[in-house]
Every structure is written in structure tokens, then in C-alpha cells.
T-cell receptor, first 115, second 113 residues
């Protein structure tokens, strides 16, 4: 198993540009989520999905869109990048949300800089 | 609102020492608590997961305990090694949430040879 994979590893954008951060998992996990990590703020939830076709907002959803058309993939779209979106983005997944399937596994992250 | 606090923010110990990292949370209504390790510039590696019905979990030199009534968890690392140097994060999954984790800001551990 490759686990949770994220692409790209690094990205630099100009203000106003759009892009999609890719996340994929090959573990047949139903639950997937996106977090951002900022110095002094810790990790904060952006969006999550409990299965294909089902998504919901987390703590900091503004400026981001998600969709879940397959179990494997959960892309995060930045609609119009702003400097405040400079951060490290992590994707996570788990088999389910109940015991004993709720251990969450994280991808290696995407480091995004918006100029 | 669930808040997770980790103290200390940074810790430096000599190699071989046993150590304890602390995590506290404000709302005892949790599904589980998970400890992660993060190396500089890397992702999060899951170390231990404690379900709300459990009191502790062990993996090798690591032991994590959970006391929901007091809102505390500890991560015990035995016989520390320089390779244990990393940031350790704890996260709780709040009851009523869909699996969403609330993270502490981490303890940065440095083990000196």
C-alpha cells in the first residue's frame, strides 16, 4: 500500500491564481479530510468527507472547495489564492469513524506559498 | 469548545532518560485520543490511538494513558534516543463530530547524545 499520497510536494502561486491539491489513498478508507498547519495555530480542519459524494465544512473552509467522486480521491481546490492561504496542507484518512476503524493516517503534506 | 493543550512546548533531555509528555483537553466527551510524531518538514506519523473505552496503549518504548475524567493524557517514552527527536502532537476526536480531530500545538522534543 502507498498509504495517503499528496501532490504536489511544493507549490508557489501568485495572488488570484487557482489550483488543486491532490490527495489519494489506496486503503479503501471511507473518511478523508484536509487540514492546514500554520506556525502558532496548530492543525485546523478545512473540509472532510465520510464517503463518496458526501462532503462537509470544517473549522476554516473559506476559500476552499472539495468534492469526493471516488472513494480513493479527495482533491482540495483553491479558488482564488490569497497570501493568507500560505500554509502546509495535510490530507488524512481512516477506514471509518467508529471503533476500531478510526485511526487516522496522514499524507506527507503540500507546502504552498502564495505571493 | 474543545481545546487541547500540550505542555511543555519544548523539552530537551539527555539520551537514555525516561520522559513524559503531557496533553490536556477541556471536554471529556471524546471518542478517542491519538498521539502523532512529526519530523521537520514531514507529515504526521500515528504512534498510538486510545479509544474512549481504554485506559492505555503500548507500542515498544511508548506508552500512552488516558484519563477522561481529568481531561488528561500522557505519552511515556522509555530510554530515549536521539532518533526520538521530533515534535509530538496529540489530537482528540470530539463526541458528536464525524471523525474530525482537534490538535494540540505539540511538544518539540530534543534528545541529546
Amino acid at each position: 500500500n502507498a498509504g495517503v499520497t499528496q501532490t504536489p510536494k511544493f507549490q508557489v502561486l501568485k495572488t488570484g491564481q487557482s489550483m488543486t491539491l491532490q490527495c489519494a489513498q489506496d486503503m479503501n478508507h471511507e473518511y478523508m479530510s484536509w487540514y492546514r498547519q500554520d506556525p502558532g495555530m496548530g492543525l485546523r480542519l478545512i473540509h472532510y468527507s465520510v464517503g463518496a459524494g458526501i462532503t462537509d465544512q470544517g473549522e476554516v473552509p473559506n476559500g476552499y472547495n472539495v468534492s469526493r467522486s471516488t472513494t480513493e480521491d479527495f482533491p482540495l481546490r483553491l479558488l482564488s489564492a490569497a497570501p493568507s492561504q500560505t500554509s502546509v496542507y495535510f490530507c488524512a484518512s481512516s477506514y471509518g469513524t467508529g471503533e476500531p476503524y478510526n485511526e487516522q493516517f496522514f499524507g506527507p503534506g503540500t507546502r504552498l506559498t502564495v505571493l | 469548545k474543545q481545546e487541547v493543550t500540550q505542555i511543555p512546548a519544548a523539552l530537551s533531555v539527555p539520551e537514555g532518560e525516561n520522559l513524559v509528555l503531557n496533553c490536556s483537553f477541556t471536554d471529556s466527551a471524546i471518542y478517542n485520543l491519538q498521539w502523532f510524531r512529526q519530523d521537520p518538514g514531514k507529515g504526521l506519523t500515528s504512534l498510538l490511538l486510545i479509544q474512549s473505552s481504554q485506559r492505555e496503549q503500548t507500542s515498544g518504548r511508548l506508552n500512552a494513558s488516558l484519563d477522561k475524567s481529568s481531561g488528561r493524557s500522557t505519552l511515556y517514552i522509555a530510554a530515549s534516543q536521539p532518533g526520538d527527536s521530533a515534535t509530538y502532537l496529540c489530537a482528540v476526536r470530539r463526541r458528536g463530530s464525524q471523525g474530525n480531530l482537534i490538535f494540540g500545538k505539540g511538544t518539540k522534543l530534543s534528545v541529546k547524545p
